[in-house]
């Protein structure tokens, strides 16, 4: 039995010019409101023992989803089925009142999660001793910083046997130390065959923790499956939102040229050779494939071949240029491609492409042999996608080992 | 049924918060929980100073001189009870708006907490009147047996309006301000101040529709009077719950629109 399943979850929020609208509202049955989608057609499930991670954009609808599983709002449309009894940390020290001591929000955070006073009294020394605030049990909790706030609704709400925890980030305020406890304790439900939700900006956690994510865009579920899929779908999207200024990748790799009295020379085809395909059209590779493109260029009959060389740039959808190089560097000349001498080409090759997950484009010139005079370029063709297996992180795969010590 | 079961599951934290409610009001506090009975202690040594020493307040029938602050207390007390407990649940939801976003707990019980409170005050209270009516007026009757179930009614008629109001005062919030005015409109025209007597005799029909004052007689005639409580009574009983029902439902159809706002 899953622990969680919901079927075409949509949560809208009413906005009215008055509240007094949204009473008229029910007695006269006419609408006084506007509607704002917050979750939309969210379908998804969470068996027992796996961690499902939430990811998404600021306003996605993260925080509404969350909610909506612990039980704190109500959605509009839709079924939520939950197997189980809940426990959610949402906000800091929620349900936590401030002039009360550590040890009275323990017994209230435990009463409102339904225990008996038998259950509490069991469960306080447990609390605190994970909690690590003995010496602060006494004080008001409006004293408390902010990272020990946390720690004592993460003692609470994961000390109550939860079948189901739903966190979100707010764990993030805790001290290394701390986290690395709480995931621990975490990562101990899982074993347990409990079900997780988590909700983290932290990619690197979600991709770790996490078998299977969820990625929320606008209140609808952009992608979900496989935490390493979702997660590189969600950083190619990340990454073209921080890039500087990157153009547009160019849909099609033939660019004729309009004008081309004055070149001498200029770039007619970039084509990737040997790509998986995707079904978006987009050129598919894994690390550890081989990469092939080839260039096609004209040149003017007054130019000889030598003068001319093609350097090709590998740039990431966020503008970091992740590998440059040319014919000039590498000391190569172009080749003929037929028997028109005026019509050159040449095949660039990387029989292991060490890219790791995320969006690319070439940026392709065409030079001269000083580097310096460019006869034409195309700043951003040939789009492809890379997806690496592992949880790695960085631009690159480089090769490394490790050994003892000397 | 769901409701019932809802709140006894939630006793524990019903007690908890109830206790809170009391503490944090005297929190800080060098007496602490002795204000309980210093307030309403005080209060009667004060009435029965300034109605039966300075201004020697007689009414026709009650001779002895503190006869009137008793008479007073006994109906004043109650509805002090009964006001105290509306506004607060009028006031609830906006007090209560982090528990109400932020915990499971279920909503019917966020103006329960505050309303439940003041039984605590008003049975110190009343304990406190009923042995000053022992002590100046030798007066103690077996139909104080009576004075739980009348707390009770009047309990329950102020868990009526306040649910009632708790959400209502969301989507119109000039009953907040209102509603402290309306309380001590009905205080005056509810005879508390004044006996029953006084009221002219067109009115008096206006007045027996009145559940409070039949509600405060009671109180007044199983005190100081020693007597049965009138068949008015059960009037009174019944108006209450069958309003209980009402604003109950009520409150749970409005709340979740009534959340948008707090």
């Known amino acids: 039995m899953s622990a969680l399943i919901a079927t075409d979850l949509a949560k809208a929020y009413r906005r009215y010019h008055k509240p007094i609208d949204s009473l008229k509202e029910m007695l ?379 | 049924m769901t409701i019932v079961k809802n709140i006894s599951s939630h006793t524990h934290a019903l007690r908890l918060l109830i206790g809170r409610e009391l503490s944090s009001r005297y929190k800080g506090t060098i007496l602490g929980i002795v204000w309980l009975f210093l307030q309403p202690l005080l209060m009667v040594m004060v009435y029965s100073f300034v109605f039966s020493v300075i201004m020697k307040v007689r009414i026709p029938g009650m001779e002895n001189s503190y006869h009137f602050a008793l008479f007073l207390m006994a109906a004043m007390m109650p509805y002090l009870a009964f006001q105290d407990a509306v506004l607060a649940a009028s006031n609830s939801l906006f007090a209560g708006s982090s528990l109400l976003h932020k915990s499971t707990l279920p909503a019917l019980l966020i103006p329960l907490v505050p309303m439940l409170t003041t039984l605590v005050t008003e049975v110190i209270a009343m304990l406190i009147v009923v042995v000053a009516t022992y002590l100046l007026l030798e007066q103690i009757s077996w139909y104080l047996l009576f004075l739980p179930l009348l707390i009770l009614i009047r309990l329950c008629l102020s868990i009526a309006v306040g649910y009632m109001l708790a959400t209502l005062s969301v989507f119109i919030q000039d009953l907040r301000l209102a509603l402290g005015l309306l309380l001590t409109m009905l205080m005056f025209l509810t005879p508390i101040l004044y006996p029953v007597s006084m009221i002219p005799v067109a009115f008096v029909p206006v007045n027996n529709l009145n559940p409070m004052y039949h509600l405060l007689d009671a109180y007044r005639a199983v005190i100081l009077r020693g007597e049965c409580p009138d068949i008015a009574l059960v009037y009174v009983a019944g108006f209450a719950i069958m309003l209980l029902f009402l604003s109950i439902l009520f409150f749970q159809k409005t709340i979740e629109r009534a959340k948008e706002f707090v």
């Open chain 1, 28 to 406: 006269f049955r006419r609408q006084y409101h506007e509607k704002f989608w917050a979750l939309n057609g969210v379908s998804f499930r969470c068996e027992p023992g796996e961690v499902l991670g939430v990811v998404g954009d600021n306003g996605a609808g993260k925080s509404s989803l969350l909610k909506l599983l612990a039980g704190t709002m109500q959605p509009t449309q839709g079924e939520l089925q939950i197997n189980g009894r809940v426990s959610a940390i949402l906000e800091l020290g929620s349900g936590f009142h401030p002039d009360f001591t550590g040890l009275e929000n323990i017994h209230l955070g435990c009463a409102m999660l339904g225990l008996s006073a038998e259950q509490i009294a069991e469960k306080v020394d447990e609390i605190i001793d994970f909690s690590e605030l003995a010496n602060f049990i006494d004080q008001p909790v409006k004293t408390y910083s902010s990272g020990m706030f946390v720690r004592l609704a993460f003692s609470v709400v994961t000390s109550v046997d939860p079948d189901i925890l739903v966190v979100d980030e707010a764990l993030s305020v805790g001290d290394q130390h701390f986290q690395k406890k709480s995931m621990d304790r975490m990562m101990a439900f899982k074993d347990q065959g409990k079900a997780l939700v988590f909700c983290s900006h932290s990619l690197y956690h979600v991709k770790e923790l996490c078998q299977r994510a969820i990625w929320l865009d606008k209140g609808v579920v952009r992608a979900q499956g496989d935490s390493g899929d979702v997660i590189d779908q969600y950083n190619d999207h990340v990454r073209m939102q921080n890039q500087v200024s990157v153009a547009k990748p160019v849909a099609t790799e033939r660019v004729t040229k309009d004008n081309k009295s004055p070149l001498t020379a200029y770039l007619t085809a970039a084509t990737l050779l040997d790509s998986l395909q995707e079904e978006g059209g987009i050129a598919y590779y894994h690390t550890g494939d081989s990469f092939q493109v080839q260039v096609l260029a004209q040149k003017q009959s007054s130019l000889t071949i030598e003068d001319i060389h093609i350097g090709i740039i590998i740039k990431r959808n966020d503008g970091v240029q992740c590998f440059g190089v040319s014919t000039v560097l590498d000391d190569v000349a172009l080749f003929m491609t037929g028997d028109d001498e005026n019509e050159l080409g040449v095949v660039y090759e990387i029989p292991e492409l060490s890219l790791l997950s995320g969006r690319y484009t070439l940026e392709i010139w065409l030079i001269d042999t000083t580097s310096a005079h460019v006869y034409d370029s195309m700043k951003s063709c040939c789009e492809f996608k890379v997806r690496h297996t592992g949880t790695e992180v960085g631009v690159s795969y480089i090769k490394h080992q490790w050994s003892a010590p000397v």
